[in-house]
Antibody, heavy 128, light 106 residues
């Protein structure tokens, strides 16, 4: 059974960049989509973007377009999420999760973006 | 963006009692709705998808209902481990979550 293991907590300065990793253990991502979700203190989760690792195709929520980049390694076992130009309000726990949006033969299952399993989360603190 | 609104924000319930949480979508999402449970310091845990299908390993006391814009999560008899925050999430369009509903011990 695939589990998602994320990199450790980070403290970064405003204006800098941060890159968080998400590794599949016990298997690969296969044709599944991996999503990045962030949760600011006391807030609900927010879906930032997603990637199909075997195709290395990503798309993003409009508010993160241009500031966030999601990539995957060629083995499709690790996904990365980079946030640039960090601001204080980027302080949050960042989660990766597997979406049930499965892609095969160039076609992806539609309306299947519920998330299970999740990584353990990575706390990113933006502080001067 | 589809906005998800949950109510109430906090629900105080005694163990063994029934809890009912509501979630409203700003537009029709059909049955493309999931529910999650989150405990402090943990990632969300999938409970329900497709508005009413329990995820693997989820106890039968959790049930979901609704369609279009109105959804409900019911916990039939609250156990101590059920006191947590619950989120709804739609996936008919770009995924969005509600702001959460806390179920606390009365």
């Amino acid at each position: 059974q695939v589990q998602l293991v994320q990199s450790g907590a980070l403290v970064e300065k405003p204006g800098s960049s941060v890159k968080v990793s998400c590794k599949a253990t016990g298997g690969t991502f296969g044709g599944y989509t991996i999503v990045w979700v962030r949760q600011a203190p006391g807030q609900g989760p927010e879906c930032m973007g997603r990637i199909i690792p075997i195709l290395n195709i990503a798309d993003y929520a409009q508010r993160f377009q241009g500031r966030v980049t999601i990539t995957a390694d060629k083995s499709a076992t690790t996904v990365y999420m980079e946030v640039r130009s960090l601001r204080y309000d980027d302080t949050a726990v960042y989660y990766c999760a597997r979406s049930q949006r499965f892609c095969s033969g160039g076609t992806c299952r539609k309306r299947a973006d519920w998330f299970d399993p999740w990584g353990q989360g990575t706390l990113v603190i933006v502080s001067s | 963006e589809i906005v998800m609104t949950q109510s109430p924000a906090t629900l105080s319930v005694s163990p063994g009692e029934r809890a009912t949480l509501s979630c409203r979508a700003s537009q029709n999402v059909n049955s493309d709705l999931a529910w999650y449970q989150q405990k402090p310091g943990q990632a969300p845990r999938l409970l329900i998808y497709g508005a009413s299908t329990r995820a693997t390993g989820i106890p039968a006391r959790f049930s979901g209902s609704g369609s279009a814009t109105e959804f409900t999560l019911t916990i039939s008899s609250l156990q101590s481990e059920d006191f947590a925050v619950y989120y709804c999430q739609q996936y008919n369009d770009w995924p969005t979550f509600g702001q959460g509903a806390k179920v606390e011990i009365k």
